[in-house]
């Protein structure tokens, strides 16, 4: 079966999935076979029908205009155990290891227990929420998950990091915070020698770019205030 499919700058509206005629959607129909599949920069609103129901790996929903909240988003991409009542996945825990939200609309805050094993996100590496509105508290449960890039940057995310990201200091290489001024670094300094102890000491590396060494964390300006 189709295992790759590239519809990227296609002027793909929401519905495309779903053509009048058909019985099931597209995304049913290769819920077994695709494992990549690209949708950056078309005229989406939402996400598409039936997507939560393929096992993917990688997902790049980047440049559209998806004005859905965050919970709901990753609920209809990746539901794990979250899946709706009734209806199967052709998996529990999700296969996705490149998830690219990045520059689009999508609001309200992050639920909690996104990073931990229980909502199903158990093989992800790379997650890019940059460019969009998110906002709230960023999450603040984490469990052992192999994720190595966090892009969260240029959303309204607020409050404070919570030690417990120290949970990922084995794999976390990048965390991009920049451009949110009103998220704050950690409440304390040993919260912060917590959070960002990852090799050797937690330092400033290059202190004009609030970058620090995770190999870096990107941090907003005020964060270091």
């Known amino acids: 079966g189709l295992e790759y499919l590239d519809l990227s700058d296609c002027g793909l509206q929401d519905g495309f999935e779903t053509p009048s005629g058909r019985r099931d959607s597209l995304f049913a129909s290769l819920k077994d076979s695709l494992h990549v599949l690209r949708l950056a920069s078309n005229q989406l609103t939402r996400v598409p029908t039936d997507l939560w129901r393929v096992s993917l790996r990688t997902l790049d929903l980047s440049h559209n205009h998806i004005d859905q909240d965050i919970t709901s988003v990753m609920t209809d991409i990746a539901p794990g155990r979250n899946k709706p009542q009734g209806q199967s996945a052709s998996f529990d825990v999700s296969t996705l290891d490149v998830l690219d939200l990045s520059h689009n609309n999508i609001s309200d805050a992050f639920p909690q227990n996104i990073f931990a094993t229980n909502w199903g996100l158990t093989r992800l590496t790379v997650l890019d929420c940059s460019n969009n509105q998110i906002s709230g508290p960023f999450p603040k449960v984490f469990t052992t998950i192999p994720i190595h890039s966090i ?36 409440r304390d300094d040993d919260c912060a020698e917590q959070l960002l102890v990852a090799k050797g000491k937690s330092i400033i590396d290059k202190p004009d770019s609030r970058c620090f060494q995770v190999s870096a964390v990107k941090l907003p300006d005020t964060a270091l205030a």
């Open 151 to 186: 892009d969260v940057s240029n959303n309204i995310l607020d409050g404070y990091l919570h030690a417990s990201l120290g949970m990922l200091q084995g794999t976390l290489r990048m965390f991009d915070i920049r451009g949110n001024p009103k998220l704050r670094e950690c």
